[in-house]
C-alpha cells in the first residue's frame, strides 16, 4: 500500500503554461518533500515544508495538513522543467511521481 | 552539485555475487540515507544512519546490509545477488536525524546478470 499518491502520473503541457502536480497522503507527516528528478537520473531536492507555503524562483510548493494535501506549481513553464517530480512523505514514503513534458 | 559522492556510478555483476556501494556524506550532514529505485516500484527508504548509528529501517532486505564509519562515509553491502535487485541506488544525506532538507548523489546504477 502506497501511503503517498500522487497526480497526474504524467503531464505534457506547452511552454509558458502553469503546472500544478497534487500530492495526496494518508497519514500525519512532520514534513513533506518535493524533489525533481532529471532524464539522467539525479534527484534534487526542491522543497521541504510542513506548513504553508515556500516559493523558489518559478516553483512554488503548498500544503494543507488537514486535508493531507501538496500542491507544486509551475509558473512559466520552460522545457528545461521537463523531468519527474516526486512528493515524499518525510524522509521514507514516496509518490510514484509525475513525469512532465514541456513542449517549446 | 549536491555535494554527496557515491561511488562507483555503474556496477555490473553477476547473480549470487557480493558488491560494496560508498556515500560520501555533504560535509556538515550527520544522517545519511539510502534508498533503492527500481523500474516498477519508484523510490523504496531502504535505512538511514545518524552519526555512525542505525536510525531507521525500511523496506531492506536481509541480505543487504550497511554502516557509516567515524568519518561518516557510509557503504550499502548487497550479497547473495538476484536479477530483481537491479536498480539505481541512491543514497542522501541530511544535516539532522529528523525532517531536513535532503542532498542526493548521483546514484549507482547496479545491474545483476
Known amino acids: 500500500k502506497n501511503e503517498v499518491e500522487q497526480s497526474p502520473q504524467n503531464l505534457t503541457a506547452q511552454e509558458g503554461e502553469f503546472i500544478t502536480i497534487n500530492c495526496s497522503y494518508s497519514?500525519?507527516?512532520?514534513?513533506l518533500h518535493w524533489l525533481q528528478q532529471h532524464p539522467g537520473g539525479g534527484i534534487v531536492s526542491l522543497f521541504m515544508?510542513?506548513?504553508g507555503k515556500k516559493k523558489h524562483g518559478r516553483l512554488i510548493a503548498t500544503i494543507n495538513i488537514q486535508e493531507k494535501h501538496s500542491s507544486l506549481h509551475i509558473t512559466a513553464s520552460h522545457p528545461r522543467d521537463s523531468a519527474v517530480y516526486i512528493c515524499a512523505r518525510n524522509q521514507f514514503y514516496f509518490g510514484t511521481g509525475t513525469s512532465l513534458t514541456v513542449i517549446p | 552539485d549536491s555535494g554527496v559522492t557515491q561511488t562507483p556510478k555503474h556496477l555490473i555483476t553477476a547473480t549470487g555475487q557480493r558488491v560494496t556501494l560508498r556515500c560520501s556524506p555533504r560535509?556538515?550532514?550527520?544522517?545519511v540515507y539510502w534508498y533503492q529505485q527500481s523500474l516498477d516500484q519508484g523510490l523504496q527508504f531502504l535505512i538511514q544512519y545518524y552519526n555512525g548509528e542505525e536510525r531507521a529501517k525500511g523496506n531492506i532486505l536481509e541480505r543487504f546490509s550497511a554502516q557509516q564509519f567515524p568519518d561518516l562515509h557510509s557503504e550499502l553491502n548487497l550479497s547473495s545477488l538476484e536479477l530483481g535487485d537491479s536498480a539505481l541506488y541512491f543514497c542522501?544525506?541530511?544535516?539532522?536525524?529528523?525532517?531536513?532538507?535532503?542532498?542526493f548523489g548521483n546514484g549507482t546504477r547496479l545491474t545483476v546478470t
Open positions: 515544508l510542513s506548513s
Open positions: 560535509s556538515g550532514d550527520l544522517s
Open positions: 497519514v500525519g507527516i512532520s514534513a
Open positions: 542522501a544525506s541530511s544535516v539532522s536525524s529528523g525532517n531536513s532538507p535532503l542532498h
